[in-house]
């Protein structure tokens, strides 16, 4: 009795569900549901970023099934994860530095540099229609690599 239920929802689109008192303060919501992140964490509510540790949850008009975001600022500790994410690790197994797409652009490349070196010493075994779907498809990752990384 008493309790609401608050949606804190991450930047990537992950949510938890918070259960508070109306009286409870900003501070206690983030020491309670970001233990030891408290500074890094940024609340925000109808657009208003939740700066005052002191305001209670009633006062800022909290109520039942309300959508907080949360956002965790880059501080000291870098080398925490960005947001707490629920059920098992992401990508990456224990012990990996990088994860499985990392390594997709240069699979792709290791496999059209192989196609180009098969078309170029063994032409006769490459149709028309082969070479230009060589052709495209190169083009295509091309376009697909710049258009990722050359921001």
């Given at each position: 009795?008493?309790l ?17 008192r ?12 970001f ?22 949850l009633?006062?800022l ?9 949360c ?12 947001l ?14 990088l ?17 180009w070196?098969?078309?170029i ?11 230009v ?7 295509l ?11």
């Amino acid at each position: 009795p008493g309790l609401i239920k608050i949606r804190l929802k991450f930047l990537n689109d992950t949510e938890e569900v918070a259960v508070a008192r109306p009286e409870d303060t900003v501070g206690i919501l983030k020491s309670k549901y970001f233990p030891g992140q408290e500074s890094q964490m940024k609340l925000i509510y109808r657009g208003q970023l939740l700066q005052d540790q002191a305001r209670t949850l009633r006062s800022l008009r909290i109520t039942d099934n309300c959508v907080i975001h949360c956002h965790r600022s880059r501080g000291a500790t870098a080398a925490t994860p960005d947001l707490p994410e629920p059920g098992p690790a992401g990508p990456t197994a224990p012990g990996l530095p990088l994860g499985g797409g990392t390594l997709m652009v240069p699979t792709v490349m290791v496999v059209l540099a192989l196609g180009w070196y098969f078309r170029i010493n063994y032409r006769q075994l490459f149709t028309a229609p082969a070479t230009v779907s060589l052709i495209g498809v190169t083009v295509l990752v091309t376009f697909l690599a710049f258009g990722v990384y050359g921001q």
